[in-house]
Antibody
Framework: EVRLVESGGDLVQPGGSLRLSCAVS????????MDWVRQAPGKGLEWVGR??????????EYAAAVKGRFTVSRDDSKQSFYLQMNSLKTEDTAVYYC???????????????WGQGTLVTVSS | DIQMTQSPSSLSASVGDRVTITCRAS??????LAWFQQNPGKAPKSLIY???SLQSGVPSRFSGSGSGTDFTLTISSLQPEDFATYYC?????????FGGGTKLEI
């Protein structure tokens, strides 16, 4: 059974930092891209960032809203995926989902499994 | 960024109804489109990818179609567990973006 379990969400002041973790099981972690997607309270879904798999040199991509402040990383030996968030703003308040991404090749991929999410609240 | 526009934003229907949700991209995205279902307080669930490919385990009453800029999600016969919010999402270029959602209500 595929499982993704996020942790690390908390209340943090504007300008502060937080690190989210995602522990995975039930699949060969190193074979998959991993993404973070967030959802502000009562709002829609917003992609945050991605790390590709080892075969694609663990390269990363970021949304413009978080580039330079957030860093995605992974540790295949620990089957874990991370989101380091610095210089947090009130607009970063959201539930953050860890997402497994299946790559079908030729630019075709899909967010096929999602964790339950962890809430990050940025407020003074 | 490519804008994804869903319509309607909300929809009232009954068990057994056939419903269609539309998603329009601001520029062509070939068939690089996915659909997700989200129940209140829960994580999104993958339904469709590549515009028309059914995710494993998803009931066959769900189907997707379209290419280019116009796409549809159809539920052939609504079941009680289908009342949820549905999102489309493109992955043609970075950043992938989502539509605003369609809330399907009884």
């Amino acid at each position: 059974e595929v499982r993704l379990v996020e942790s690390g969400g908390d209340l943090v002041q504007p300008g502060g930092s937080l690190r989210l973790s995602c522990a995975v099981s039930g699949f060969t972690f190193s074979d998959f891209y991993m993404d973070w997607v967030r959802q502000a309270p009562g709002k829609g879904l917003e992609w945050v960032g991605r790390t590709r798999d080892k075969a694609h040199s663990y390269t990363t991509e970021y949304a413009a809203a978080v580039k330079g402040r957030f860093t995605v990383s992974r540790d295949d030996s620990k089957q874990s995926f991370y989101l380091q968030m610095n210089s947090l703003k009130t607009e970063d308040t959201a539930v953050y989902y860890c997402v497994r991404t299946r790559n079908y090749g030729g630019g075709n991929w899909n967010f096929d499994y999602w964790g339950q999410g962890t809430l990050v609240t940025v407020s003074s | 960024d490519i804008q994804m526009t869903q319509s309607p934003s909300s929809l009232s229907a009954s068990v057994g109804d056939r419903v269609t949700i539309t998603c329009r991209a601001s520029q062509g995205i070939r068939n690089f489109l996915a659909w997700f279902q989200q129940n209140p307080g829960k994580a999104p669930k993958s339904l469709i990818y590549s515009a028309s490919s059914l995710q494993s385990g998803v009931p066959s009453r769900f189907s997707g179609s379209g290419s280019g800029t116009d796409f549809t999600l159809t539920i052939s016969s609504l079941q009680p567990e289908d009342f949820a919010t549905y999102y489309c999402q493109h992955y043609s270029i970075y950043p992938p973006t989502f539509g605003g959602g369609t809330k399907l209500e009884i």
